[in-house]
């Protein structure tokens, strides 16, 4: 009797009256990892979408935007992978191309769907504390093309702050 594992599998199997053949385990090994491919594929496209993801945020400008838009395209077909990358998107404090990620997640996907609310709810702007940083947040939703938020938090803030010129020339700028 030998020692290790494959010696324990080995005699419990021929304790079952199941004699193994020696060309039986490669070809055990062999089956599994092309019935695991397309998991382990999956995941290796992940990786290197987080990968770009970091080179990305070295660089700056329209090659960053380029490489963000590449490393959400290696992951496009798998939710898990764009639940990853918008995660580490979230990290970065990259949240327009988090968005675009957490945008790429079918509807029927529930499990996904409610990740991604609170994902989105995470990303959220917080309650400003005077009329300067609602003026702020307001000029960031723009510049990330949310404008119906955008409207929706300067009406807020323009009714907490009714007399404050700030707000009042966000308004007269958005006209």
């Given at each position: 009797?030998?020692?290790?594992?494959?010696?324990?599998?080995?005699?419990?199997?021929?304790?079952?009256?199941?004699?193994?053949?020696?060309?039986?385990?490669?070809?055990?090994?062999?089956?599994m990892?092309?019935?695991?491919?397309?998991?382990?594929?999956?995941?290796?496209?992940?990786?290197?979408?987080r990968?770009?993801?970091?080179?990305?945020?070295?660089?700056?400008?329209?090659?960053?935007?380029?490489?963000?838009?590449?490393?959400?395209?290696?992951?496009?077909?798998?939710?898990?992978?764009?639940?990853?990358?918008?995660?580490?998107?979230?990290?970065?404090?990259?949240?327009?191309?988090?968005?675009?990620?957490?945008?790429?997640?079918?509807?029927?996907?529930?499990?996904?769907?409610?990740?991604?609310?609170?994902?989105?709810?995470?990303?959220?702007?917080?309650?400003?504390?005077?009329?300067?940083?609602?003026?702020?947040?307001?000029e960031?939703?723009?510049?990330?093309?949310?404008?119906?938020?955008?409207?929706?938090r300067?009406?807020?803030?323009?009714?907490?702050?009714?007399?404050?010129?700030?707000?009042?020339?966000?308004?007269?700028h958005?006209?």
């Amino acid at each position: 009797m030998g020692s290790g594992i494959l010696s324990a599998i080995t005699d419990l199997l021929s304790a079952l009256g199941i004699e193994l053949e020696p060309w039986m385990g490669p070809v055990f090994a062999l089956s599994m990892m092309v019935l695991l491919l397309p998991w382990i594929l999956k995941n290796m496209r992940t990786s290197s979408a987080r990968k770009l993801l970091k080179k990305a945020s070295l660089e700056g400008g329209v090659k960053r935007a380029e490489m963000e838009r590449q490393a959400i395209a290696l992951v496009s077909d798998n939710p898990e992978g764009l639940m990853a990358l918008a995660e580490e998107c979230v990290r970065r404090g990259r949240y327009v191309v988090a968005r675009e990620a957490l945008a790429g997640i079918p509807e029927e996907d529930i499990k996904r769907q409610r990740q991604r609310k609170q994902m989105l709810k995470q990303m959220a702007p917080r309650q400003p504390e005077t009329p300067e940083a609602a003026a702020l947040v307001v000029e960031r939703l723009r510049g990330e093309g949310l404008s119906e938020e955008a409207e929706h938090r300067l009406s807020k803030a323009q009714r907490r702050w009714p007399e404050s010129p700030i707000l009042a020339s966000l308004v007269s700028h958005d006209s």
